[in-house]
């Protein structure tokens, strides 16, 4: 069974950094591409950043790109999602996502709060 | 970026209605789209992919049907479980992009 589990979601200030970790199982994890998909409170989805499965190319949204980062460890079937100069807007839930073979599968999300 | 035009935003229904919510995207996506349902506080639900497949679990109830540009989530007989709010999702490429939400209340 597919399963995905976020961390490292906490409160920030503006400015702040804070690095997601999403710990995948269930499947084989070096064979598939990643992505982070936000969602502010009471809002709509939102897709932030995706990898390649060799993590050799990656991909953001225009309201992140300079600020976050994405990246995985193979080895450890884990991606990350590195948050850099935090603004308010990037309050969120942060789920961590897959597609295996059209099938996408969603991990139950981690809270990123930035407020002073 | 492939814009994905949800309707309508908001949908006011009984139990044991049929119900339709439509999706549009700005290009073709050929079979690359998704259905959710989210209710408050819940991750998304997965309940159509590939346009027209039902997750397992998913009651038959749920349909999905389209190609291209233009898809549709049918909801037949609503049950009092189906309040939610619904989305559609293209992932054609990496650039995923999500319809604006259906809201389905009473």
């Known amino acids: 069974e597919v399963h995905l589990l976020e961390s490292g979601g906490g409160l920030v200030q503006p400015g702040g950094s804070l690095r997601l970790s999403c710990a995948a199982s269930g499947f084989t994890f070096t064979n598939y591409g990643m992505s982070w998909v936000r969602q502010a409170p009471g809002k709509g989805l939102e897709w932030v950043s995706g990898?390649?499965?060799?993590?050799?190319?990656?991909y953001y949204a225009d309201s992140v790109q300079g600020r976050f980062s994405i990246s995985r460890d193979n080895s450890r079937s884990i991606q990350y999602l590195q948050l850099d100069s935090l603004r308010v807007e990037d309050t969120a839930i942060y789920y961590c996502?897959?597609?295996?073979?059209?099938?996408?599968?969603w991990g139950q999300g981690t809270l990123v709060t930035v407020s002073s | 970026d492939i814009q994905m035009t949800q309707s309508p935003s908001t949908l006011s229904a009984s139990v044991g209605d049929r119900v339709t919510i439509t999706c549009r995207a700005s290009?073709?996506?050929?079979?690359?789209l998704a259905w959710y349902q989210q209710k408050p506080g819940k991750a998304p639900k997965l309940l159509i992919y590939k346009a027209s497949n039902l997750q397992g679990g998913v009651p038959s109830r749920f349909s999905g049907s389209g190609s291209g540009t233009e898809f549709t989530l049918t909801i037949n007989s609503l049950q009092p479980d189906d309040f939610a709010t619904y989305y559609c999702?293209?992932?054609?490429?990496?650039?995923?992009?999500f319809g604006q939400g259906t809201k389905v209340e009473i």
């Open positions: 999702h293209q992932y054609k490429n990496y650039f995923w992009t």
């Open positions: 996502t897959t597609t295996l073979l059209g099938v996408n599968y």
């Open positions: 990898i390649s499965s060799s993590g050799g190319t990656t």
């Open positions: 290009q073709s996506i050929t079979t690359y």
